[in-house]
């Protein structure tokens, strides 16, 4: 095989670093997939993917990337002409948008609620349209918008979107297993997620449930695609416990040992710590004298967005910091691209990551010319208290 | 993790046995896919992709099932009422079928060339269809019907096809890499196939690639779908090396690897190989006096097919086959159920899981009171012959 640098530190909004012992479980031998054995992996993973997800609702892993699951919330819910609205403050909340654009077509029933990037979402806005709007048949959000480390109200969104016959549609691909989501409690009627954030598995499986509420729709809703008919999911599923084709059967092996982890630490206690690391990471920047993109009462805990000093490129700073330091940074997306950069700390990233991290990027700067220090002492000291 | 147990023998129509050093590429840790160095590993694993499909076409790796790459053949270039003929003479060409229901719609205009499913397809009926239908859009054939170990004369039914406008599509998910696939000389347009079948990498990642010609209609079809639209990951692949969302980076080491071991084998000795098993595996059947399904003009180099003798049933035979001897084989498929057996002789596949999974069978039938002597020195004949 080709010859791979596999040193870097991921410090990126995902994929994040992978434990050893779910790395290791993917070395052992592929199992058929019509086998009880495989049946029983794929039911055990999934009532611990419907843990995570705190639901009873029906729960299904797809082999393929986040996106192939929020293609399916859409595909599966939207016909030609419906309304839809999207809440759009980031990329991936546009990536909703344009999903929506190709199922139910570009016209006046697509409406967009959009925010300023660096903004969350407003629930008395979402409630307007709501009540302007009582024929919308899907509102879409992203919890966790990893473009720009943006969080959204969705506990308060779903609150507002119950009372309406809409279907609530969140992306929690960035924040499930991280930051707390309740999807029963939140009223969520389809949930999604990938495998490579916070739960820390590797790329390449997501995660998807649906509420009985979206069951009636999506049963009366045209088959829009053949690999992502959630329908054929379930009937595999319900008949049999598997798939209704061939799946990744190695990385189910990985999500099951991932999930392990995540269920013995402890949503809990995983929430604490993303909230703590969070907590340094922005007392830190902030001590540097960095600017922070997201508003205060919209910051991520799985990815802090910070706006970059006059005089810095992109391209040198985050070069610094991979080729001399071994630590890989985002960049910014879209029309954010050369202006702010990203540090993703979520799925197993500990205290050191955190503080090795911080001290690289006082350095870089430093090396650049920019004048950041105080960052770590900072960080330490959010680390010491009780929050 | 949930305790698992790995010691079977696969000799199932795939996934197939995955070689130690391919299972291995994947506990390393996980890169960052939008970096240089994914950029190359990429690259690498597409260009040795080519190399296999023997094409100079654009080819891309799609993280999902074999199934992901055959929606999109036909969601990329099919619209409503677009006229499709599907060969079907099992089940995978069914599928093809099905696929082209949702996307062309089930009208006149989607036409069946339907073959008993023991049996392969006839060029001359393609030919036939296609000078009474000169506006049909889009060709489909399964190379290798997994379901019924029959084989369809691909590169035949490619020089009929080619004098038409339509475009030729070929599922090649369990021949590539074993059986002669020739993408540009066979003049496929759009040639889909899967990791784990022949490349012997685990399941998850898929393969298609695009001629001139399929692209010229791609760019006159309307998007279908978000996730599986060709034309992002063309964009992205162009642009960038990347592909348009997070690939599982895990399984495109195992690539890498697999294809690394297929190419050094040789295409040439790896088609020798498994025509040799797979006449082998026929004797072997033979000579103990059992029915093959495949007529025998018809038979696969990939998996075999077997009737099953009047009283056996099959998951008492199949059962004795994976507990007492911890070899999985498969069953029938759809109306095949409970009538056939099928065994897979692909990928790693090697004399002695040959000789080894024949003689057990001969101690199941032995067991459930059918005489079956005989087929282990059948073939052991045509193993120790010249092909």
Redesign the interface.
């Known amino acids: 095989?080709?010859k791979?640098?596999?040193t870097?530190l991921?410090m990126?909004p995902?994929?994040?670093?992978?434990p050893?012992?779910v790395?290791?479980?993917?070395?052992?031998?592929?199992?058929?997939?019509?086998?009880a054995?495989y049946g029983?992996?794929l039911e055990?993973t999934t009532e611990k993917m419907k843990k995570v997800f705190m639901t009873k609702n029906d729960t299904y892993l797809i082999?393929?990337?986040?996106?192939?699951v929020?293609?399916m919330a859409?595909?599966n819910t939207v016909d030609k002409g419906d309304k839809v609205l999207t809440i759009v403050n980031g990329n991936f909340g546009d990536r909703f948008y344009?999903?929506a654009k190709?199922y139910a077509g570009d016209g006046d029933n697509l409406i967009k609620l959009e925010n300023e990037w660096g903004d969350s979402a407003e629930p008395e806005k979402v409630k307007e349209i709501l009540e302007a709007h009582p024929d919308i048949k899907v509102v879409t959000v992203v919890h966790n918008e990893t473009s720009t480390g943006v969080k959204n109200p969705i506990e308060e969104i779903g609150n507002v979107v119950k009372d309406y016959d809409a279907l609530y549609i969140v992306d929690t691909v960035s924040s499930l297993g991280g930051d707390y989501v309740a999807v029963d409690k939140f009223n969520i009627d389809i949930c999604v997620t990938?495998s490579?954030k916070c739960i820390a598995a590797?790329?390449?499986?997501a995660a998807l449930c649906v509420s009985e509420k979206a069951w009636k729709v999506i049963n009366e809703t045209e088959?829009?695609?053949?690999?992502?008919d959630v329908k054929t999911y379930k009937k595999k599923y319900d008949d049999k416990k598997e798939t209704?084709?061939?799946?990744?059967?190695?990385?189910t092996?990985?999500m099951?040992?991932a999930l392990?982890i995540v269920l013995n630490e402890g949503l809990e206690n995983r929430y604490k710590r993303h909230e703590k690391l969070a907590k340094a990471t922005i007392a830190g920047f902030e001590a540097m004298g960095l600017e922070l993109f997201a508003k205060e009462r919209a910051r991520s805990v799985t990815v802090t967005s910070v706006k970059y000093p006059e005089g810095i490129v992109d391209k040198e700073f985050r070069g610094i910091m991979t080729n001399k330091y071994g630590i890989?940074l985002?960049g910014g997306q879209a029309h954010l691209g050369g202006k702010i950069f990203r540090m993703g700390h979520m799925g197993e990233a500990k205290e050191y990551h955190i503080l090795g991290t911080l001290a690289a990027i006082e350095m870089a700067f430093n090396e650049l010319g920019i004048d950041a220090t105080g960052g770590v002492d900072a960080a330490k000291k959010v680390l010491n208290s009780e929050i």
């Open positions: 095989m080709r791979m640098d596999y870097k991921l990126i995902g994929p994040t670093m992978v050893n012992t790395l290791t479980s993917m070395a052992n031998p592929i199992i058929g997939h019509r086998t054995d029983e992996l055990d082999t393929g990337s986040g996106t192939s929020m293609d859409i595909s344009k999903i190709i990938g490579q590797p790329p390449g499986m088959t829009k695609s053949f690999y992502l209704p084709f061939t799946p990744s059967v190695t990385l092996y990985a099951n040992e392990d890989s985002a």
